[in-house]
């Protein structure tokens, strides 16, 4: 969308050769076709830079997202084993005196 | 692919995936599971016995509990085995593929295993108003049934993936219908074997034990607790690759592999036309 091809003297696309070139990578300036050109964000990326800009944006979540995990699943286990006994306790009382 | 699914044809490609595809897959469940079932029943068992008195024994249901919780790892390793066992039968490859192919990459195990859990705490939590139970068991088993496509971490990415196996309401009724009508088959049906076995040992070798008779008789509540706890293992194999079809179908409804299976399809009867209309032409210019 930003970077197309107006200004830039490559004709074709640097993947594609029998494909006319429509946009520039913005971040390595390789010239794209419009299958191998795609916008992210607003602007338009090969696929190699594509994925090391996601690669990096997953790395940047993933410790967050391992901690929260973490938090989770120690959170989740303590209420099902305090939840558990409290719940089921409460409950056999109640058949028992019901029953009775 | 594209057909809607029917119940009767969910239960028979389930039942393939268990008992033809996936016979080591299903072992490795059921013994997983194993353990985790029979602490169920000790937990169940005492609870019972301390009934009138239970809320004084806080910390004695506390530690019950909290082994039953510790052996949910393994059960839900052992479940989510089965699971990916289906979705790589499911996906079209090998059956011997996924017979082979055991391991489960621990991101989606443990983003899994936090779903399970959190279907745990739900039991207890909401799972006793009657209404509300039917959410809780295919939610545990869709956490399982989901394992094998968790990629990401967090607090609310794997309970999303495990909550969008919900896209089939009516599947999910009746497979649960079903899956509780076939544990109390089997109840019934393990109560018979235990009684026909006790009464073939007594009359082939001519003694009457008292003592077996009351171990494995109704009154025993121990023994219909293990019962019930028998009845869950052979059903959950079946249970999980049911849930696993409906959530394969699912993913592969809402990421276009559908379409692509039908475009693929549509390719291949357009060449199969073509060939015989090429025969036919041929024929015809040879008379």
Known sequence: ?100 | MRERLGLGELLDRAANLVGRELPERTALCVLAVLPWRLLQVCWLHRLIEIAATATQHGQYLVSLSLWTVAAMPLAFWGRAQLARGCSIALSGEDATLARSRFGLPWRAYLAGLYAALVAAALYPAIGWMIFTLPFVTVYSGLAAATAPYQERPGLWAPLTVAARGFASPRLLAGLWFTAGIGVLIAVIQLFVIFQLGLAAVQTTFGFSDVWWEQILSAENRLFVLLLFAGAFLAVEPFWIAGLSIIVQRGRARASGDDLAGWIAELGEAADLAENAQAGEDSAESAA
């Open chain 1, 1 to 100: 969308m930003i970077s197309t091809l107006k200004s830039s003297g490559a004709r074709t696309c640097a993947y594609h050769s029998d494909r006319p070139a429509h946009a520039l990578c913005v971040s390595c300036r390789t010239p794209l076709c419009r299958g191998c050109a795609t916008p992210w964000e607003g602007i338009f990326l090969c696929a190699s830079c594509l994925a090391a800009r996601r690669t990096a944006a997953e790395r940047r979540g993933s410790f967050w997202g391992w901690a929260k995990l973490a938090l989770g699943i120690a959170a989740a286990a303590a209420l099902a084993v305090f939840l558990g006994a409290w719940m089921s306790g409460l409950w056999a009382e109640l058949l028992a005196a019901a029953g009775s």
